[in-house]
């Protein structure tokens, strides 16, 4: 089956760490997103990638960093520099950048800090 | 700046009910919109999308949205909801750029009682 998973679904974390977030795509989709959902607020964007080794911050990327080192990867690190990490991630793809594509979205991982 | 809003947050219908959601953008330019459903403990997935074309879109499970440039407004309807309708619904746009960035609406949350 084609698709985005993300792992894991649930993660907790203590105040002062870092934690990596994986998403990993077999579309073979060249544009790969990180968006950040809390209740009330939509979706945000927190970084994306157009191509291999290369991404841009989004609207929120304070905290947050990337890397794209495969096509099928795109791994979030959520610092311990992000003030308020509480919340749900979800990771999308699309086939490739431009305003004609649609984004496919994975089931999401729900991070707690204790 | 470039903005998707949604006015309804929480919504409650019974079944049979008609279902019209607000969306509004506030961008100019070419304009792409969507709208995506999260069903709960699902993935978001797309309804329906515009691009071009015939304004008025029909999505899947009998979803449609009218696009109406006067009114800078991609709304959402359905003559007949049902309980299994039940979900979080986003309405999105591509900003004026060509990066594929999605800017998403706060979300509406549609409750149908049996």
């Known amino acids: 089956d084609g698709g985005i998973t993300q792992s894991p679904k649930y993660l907790f974390r203590k105040e002062g760490q870092n934690v990596t977030l994986s998403c990993e795509q077999n579309l073979n989709h060249d544009a790969m997103y990180w968006y950040r959902q809390d209740p009330g607020q939509g979706l945000r964007l927190i970084y994306y990638?157009?191509?291999?080794?290369?991404?841009q911050k989004g609207d929120i990327a304070e905290g947050y960093s990337v890397s794209r080192e495969k096509k099928e990867s795109f791994p979030l690190t959520v610092t311990s520099a992000q003030k308020n990490p509480t919340a749900f991630y979800l990771c999308?793809?699309?086939?490739?950048?431009?305003?004609?594509?649609?984004?496919?979205f994975g089931p999401g991982t729900r991070l707690t800090v204790l | 700046a470039q903005s998707v809003s949604q006015h309804n947050h929480h919504v409650i219908l019974s079944e049979a009910a008609s279902l019209e959601l607000g969306c509004n953008y506030s961008y100019g330019g070419t304009v792409n919109l969507f709208w995506y459903v999260q069903y709960p403990g699902q993935h978001l997935q797309l309804l329906l999308k515009y691009f071009s074309g015939d304004p008025l879109v029909k999505g899947i499970k009998g979803f449609e949205a009218e696009f109406i440039k006067s009114k800078f407004s991609f709304n959402l309807r359905k003559p007949s909801v049902q309980w299994s309708d039940t979900a979080e619904y986003f309405c999105a746009g591509h900003g004026s750029s060509n990066t594929g960035k999605l800017i998403f609406g706060q979300g509406t949350t549609l409750q149908v009682k049996p």
């Open positions: 999308a793809s699309s086939i490739s950048r431009g305003k004609y594509n649609e984004q496919f």
């Open positions: 990638s157009q191509i291999v080794n290369d991404f």
